[in-house]
């Protein structure tokens, strides 16, 4: 335990943390090396393009669905970046991503995850951090500027994100897809509302979530925003800058293309499968 | 300056925070925040901050809130180089992922377990989702002595202060063997006192509350 009793000694500390630093072993996900990148999960599930990733000439594979907000975040970035991705679509409805194939590759069970190379990563926020990181290039001042407290800034929306807003999502979608709900109760149009509020203040002084630009964090909040509309439209009387900021993202090329179409194929499914649901009770 | 730290000793995020300032060796001007009196709704909180929950830093002027932004905020700024969350692209991304893995699973399973059972009794299913997600925990320790590698990083503080929370309410976080090894491995980080203090006051305010609904 390297840091015990030594945390008030600053210097030995730094070259403690200076030797730990040059003897830090590459860290890998367990599942990397016992899967092949071209992997199929069933026949179901084909490679939708087979491109070459021109950043870096390593091929980058996303599991992705269209209608899937965070997946729709990293291709929103990817774009952005100029990168091309091979798909795989894992078909959610017939639970080919909890088959312990898939398991294998992100035994959360969720998509997006990104494969590049022999390096696996589920979670779209850590995935943006990452692609961002590596293949940023002179965008990565721009969506994730060095400065530390727009950094912060960004980092707070995107754990709003993953903690409380994409949640809002999840509280209608998955008992609908399970067959257990036939609409959004008041309660969970009360929550969206909530989140909706929150993305209000974020906007309180400024044209982006994190600030003057479009950061990280209006992508992944944007896309899903643009999801939570296909169950409870931003209303513009309420949350005025709200939905002039998705007036603006929806400006961005990308965004219309992955976000908005993506919140509106969402809002689509959803619905059948309420229809499904009241018609089986 | 010493910066500002609005916290609830109860609060399972704050505990990462005070263990990772401690690990900085960090000076934090504690300012208790009672809940139960609202005042983190108190109009000067919600100017600090909207979201209104603890925990909250302001250092130099500057307000910052979620616990897991706070944590890395405080190593860029203050540990730069720091192993806590390392620089190498693919290193960092398993530390942002067990992060993100935390507050959208791990911690949230565990509060859609516990919150509803301030008013109805509690939900098994529920119960299961979690030791699911302490299942993922295993998965991520395999051929690793930390969350996110061999060295200690923000995961395993993250991490940390849920599965503590975990213990102080009953739920078993131990039935596995490396989440078992592991957790004697992180009690020795600096702060970690200070975490179980708080799990104590945590694990009472739920069981008053709780029995509060069946009496
Ligand atoms: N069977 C899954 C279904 C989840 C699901 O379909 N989620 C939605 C929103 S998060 C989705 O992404 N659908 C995309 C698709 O299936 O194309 C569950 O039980 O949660
Ligand atoms: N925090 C995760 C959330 C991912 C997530 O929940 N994705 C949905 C699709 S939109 C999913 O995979 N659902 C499948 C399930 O929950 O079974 C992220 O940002 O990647
Ligand atoms: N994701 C947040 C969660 C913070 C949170 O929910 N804190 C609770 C106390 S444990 C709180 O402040 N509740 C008061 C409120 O939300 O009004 C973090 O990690 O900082």
């Known amino acids: ?281 | 300056m010493p910066i500002d730290f609005y916290y609830a000793p109860y609060s399972p995020p704050c505990w990462s925070v005070l263990m990772v300032a401690e690990a900085l060796d960090l000076e934090l001007n504690l300012k208790i925040v009672k809940t139960s009196d609202g005042e983190h709704l108190t109009p000067e909180y919600l100017k600090m901050n909207p979201q209104h929950t603890v925990p909250t830093i302001v250092d130099n002027g500057f307000a910052l809130w979620e616990s897991r932004a706070i944590i890395t905020y405080l190593v860029n700024k203050y540990g730069k180089g720091s192993p806590l969350y390392p620089e190498d692209p693919q290193a960092r991304a398993l530390v942002d992922q067990r992060l993100y893995f935390d507050i959208s699973t791990l911690y949230q399973r565990y509060m859609d377990y516990l919150i509803p059972q301030m008013l109805e009794p509690a939900d098994e299913a529920k119960l299961k989702k979690v030791e699911e997600a302490l299942g993922f925990v295993e998965t991520f320790l395999e051929g690793r002595q930390y969350i996110a590698g061999d060295n200690l990083t923000l995961a395993d503080y993250s991490i940390a202060a849920s599965v503590i929370s975990f213990n102080s309410v009953g739920i078993d976080a131990f039935k596995t063997p490396r989440i078992k090894a592991w957790f004697e491995r992180v009690k020795t980080v600096p702060g970690f006192s200070k975490s179980e203090e708080g799990a104590k006051l945590f694990g009472n305010v739920v069981k008053e509350m709780i029995n509060k609904k069946s009496s």
Request: charged share 25%; aromatic share 10%; hydrophobic share 40%.
């Open chain 1, 1 to 281: 335990m390297y840091f015990g009793g030594l945390a008030r000694r600053r210097s030995r500390l730094n070259t403690l943390l200076f030797l730990i630093h040059t003897q830090s072993v590459a860290v890998r996900p367990p599942w990397v090396g016992r899967v092949s990148c071209s992997v199929h999960l069933n026949n179901n599930m084909r490679i939708t393009k087979t491109l070459w990733n021109k950043a870096s000439a390593a091929r980058l594979l996303l599991y992705k669905r269209d209608a899937s907000p965070p997946s729709n975040a990293v291709r929103v970035l990817g774009a952005m970046l100029g990168l091309q991705f091979d798909f795989e679509e894992p078909d959610l409805l017939q639970m080919e991503h909890r088959t312990p194939e898939y398991r294998k590759i992100n035994p959360m069970a969720t998509i997006p995850v990104l494969k590049d190379g022999d390096f696996t990563l589920a979670e779209s926020h850590a995935i943006n951090l990452y692609l961002l990181s590596k293949y940023g290039g002179e965008q990565k001042e721009v969506l994730y500027p060095s400065d530390l407290k727009t950094r912060a800034v960004i980092d707070q929306c995107l754990f709003f994100d993953a903690g409380m807003l994409f949640r809002r999502l999840l509280e209608v979608s998955q008992p609908a897809f399970i067959g257990k709900i036939d609409s959004a109760s008041s309660t969970h149009i009360r929550n969206i509302e909530e989140g909706y509020g929150i993305v209000e203040t974020y906007l309180e002084s400024s044209p982006y979530v994190a600030g003057d630009r479009l950061t990280l964090a209006d992508i992944s909040l944007g896309c899903t925003v643009a999801g939570l509309e296909g169950i409870h439209p931003v209303d513009a009387d309420k949350f005025p800058k709200c939905k002039a900021w998705l007036a603006r993202l929806a400006a961005e090329p990308y965004f219309k293309e992955f976000a908005v179409a993506g919140g509106v194929l969402f809002g689509k499914l959803l619905r059948h499968v309420w229809r499904r649901n009241k018609k089986a009770d």
